[in-house]
């Protein structure tokens, strides 16, 4: 019988199959390493959200309040367009008069300002409904002058209804306001546009 290990041959065999137990060791170790896995992690993202109600203040026909408060938990850019029309005091039929109402209400410039689209926007970003403050915008009339239904050019067996839409956006990132409405986003302050005359 012949002796494997004897002479330099058998130092070699000894060798290759020490490298080869090696070798099976290490990529055995290597899958064990990468077949581990740990349970899954669920990460639950709520995103922000805009949203906005309109407080009115109407008393005795005038409508001497109009603010909008943000309900939403993002800081959003707010506007808002007034509707006006005659309404005709048929109950059972309202219908609107073709007739323009022409009526311009007086607005608190410092904090609104008229866009070319012929919608109010306020100034500043509005805070989320979680903020101790800024939630709410100013008044969108001037201080002492309220919207009333005149009384000259009026037609007749009608009655003036003044309907407020509002809008928000979110004011992060600015380009998203910039690039949905007619507006600019200087310092965080909305302005035009288009400047106005």
Not at 170 to 182: D, F, K, L, R, Y
């Amino acid at each position: 019988m012949k002796r494997i290990f004897n002479g330099s041959g058998g130092r070699k065999a000894a060798l290759i199959l020490s490298l080869c137990l090696i070798f099976a060791l290490a990529v055995g170790t290597t899958l064990a390493l990468l077949t581990a896995h740990s349970e899954p992690v669920t990460n639950t993202f709520t995103a922000a959200k805009s949203d906005i109600k309109i407080d009115e203040n109407v008393e005795n026909g005038e409508k001497s309040s109009i603010q909008v408060e943000n309900i939403g938990t993002a800081t959003s850019y707010v506007r808002v367009k007034l509707v006006m029309n005659w309404v005709s005091d048929d109950e059972n039929n309202q219908t609107i008069s073709s007739e323009p109402v022409g009526i311009t209400p007086e607005i608190n410039t410092d904090d609104w300002f008229l866009g070319t689209d012929g919608i109010y926007y306020y100034r500043k970003p509005v805070a989320p409904k979680d903020a101790a403050m800024g939630k709410v915008t100013s008044n969108l009339l001037k201080a002492g002058s309220p919207i009333t239904e005149p009384t000259v050019g009026k037609p007749e067996g009608y009655h003036l209804e003044v309907t407020v839409l509002a809008e928000s956006i979110q004011a992060a990132p600015s380009t998203a306001v910039e690039g949905a409405w007619a507006v600019t986003v200087v310092n965080g302050a909305l302005t035009s546009a288009t400047p106005t005359a």
